[in-house]
């Protein structure tokens, strides 16, 4: 079984600063998707970035990157030039390649606030 | 349409009630995902259909939840009997294969 762990409840940052949310997984597999998933108040979940494991380079969706370590089982959100709109619950999700008859794995998420 | 659909948008029962709650997929989606948000437990995943079946339903949480997937589109969850602690916002998810989710706007239950 896997797990996702989110060590920050909560943060909060000024707007235009650049911020990053941690994210630990552990698993056996060797093939995996690992995601960044934001929910407003609205309740919509919505993908911010994915990585696939077996790729080395670290992905990027404009001011939103990640910092993959595979070894170190490590997958952070950077978000650089906060805005108002990127408040939100951010959670780290993990899913196999391949196989199985599962979902994602979810953390228990970050309450990230942008102050104005 | 454009997204993945629930109905109802928000459901309050009293305790001991059945409630059906109805997913609809994007179009051409074969998979279809189900998870429970609550504030204690977090985000559980519940069951997962590829086309119509689903080879794995001990994510459920007890038996008085059930789940069909019928014509490859729309799912249903259907809790039986319900309890207080089925409280909980229920999120349904579609994906073209086994990669990036959509997910729907939930249902939220409201068990009294």
């Known amino acids: 079984a896997q797990t996702v762990t989110q060590s920050q409840p909560e943060m909060s940052v000024q707007e235009a600063e650049t911020v990053t949310l941690s994210c630990t997984y552990d698993?056996?597999?060797?093939?995996?998707?690992l995601f960044w998933y934001k929910q407003p108040p609205s309740r919509q979940m919505i993908l911010v970035i994915r990585q696939e494991a077996y790729k080395q380079q670290n992905a990027t969706e404009n001011r939103f990157s990640v910092n993959f370590q595979k070894a170190a089982k490590s997958f952070s959100l950077k978000i650089s030039d906060s805005q108002l709109g990127d408040t939100a619950m951010y959670f780290c999700?993990?899913?196999?390649?391949?196989?199985?008859?599962?979902?994602?794995?979810f953390g228990k998420g970050t309450h990230l606030i942008i102050q104005p | 349409g454009a997204g993945v659909s629930q109905s109802p948008s928000n459901k309050v029962t009293e305790k001991g009630k059945d409630v059906e709650l109805r997913c609809d997929p994007i179009s051409g989606h074969t998979a279809l995902y189900w998870y429970r948000q609550s504030l204690g437990q977090g985000l559980e995943f519940l069951i997962y259909f590829q086309g119509n079946s689903a080879p794995d339903k001990s994510g459920l949480p007890s038996d008085r939840f059930s789940a069909e997937r019928t014509g490859g589109s729309v799912s249903t969850l259907t809790i039986q009997r319900t309890q207080q602690e089925d409280s909980a916002v229920y999120l349904c998810?579609?994906?073209?294969?086994?990669?990036?989710?959509?997910f729907g706007p939930g249902t939220r239950l409201t068990v009294l």
């Open positions: 698993t056996s597999e060797n093939n995996y998707y």
């Open positions: 999700a993990f899913m196999k390649l391949r196989g199985g008859a599962d979902g994602l794995t």
């Open positions: 998810a579609s994906s073209l294969m086994r990669d990036e989710q959509f």
